[in-house]
């Protein structure tokens, strides 16, 4: 990676990890809702529908993506975390990572962003967004 982007004159000075426990990521994707023709989406926790399974505006049903479903989820955060581990690993060696609460809200995750951006300046590096 670190020569692909020195080829490309494209130095990493920060890398942010947005981290955040996997439990809560399954409830959070297999809650998902989604009104095909409109793209609607909805949560059945966070946002739901007025009638469950059944789009607010249309009274079509509601569909839930074919891979949202616990097992399958489990198994793509199995292997993010097995090929993202020893890029953590390399990036926190060199000094540049920095991993995110992604549980908080909004505001403060994008603080925490902001921080790890203000800390890679503070090193002269550039930042790219």
Known sequence: MDELLA???????????????????VKRICGRLLHEPSGRTYHEEFYP????????????PLKRRSDDNPEALRTRLDA????????????????LYTTV??????????????SAFRKAKSKDL????
């Open 7 to 25: 080829k490309r004159n494209t130095p990493v000075d920060s890398v942010i990890e947005f981290n955040i426990d996997d439990d809560i990521l």
């Open 49 to 60: 529908p007025k009638k469950p399974m059944t789009d607010d505006l249309t009274g079509e």
């Open 80 to 95: 993010f975390h097995k090929q993202t581990a020893p890029l953590v690993e390399y990036y926190n060696r060199k000094g």
């Open 101 to 114: 609460n992604a549980d908080k809200p909004a505001p403060v995750v994008y603080d925490s962003i902001l």
């Open 126 to 129: 550039v930042i790219f967004v």
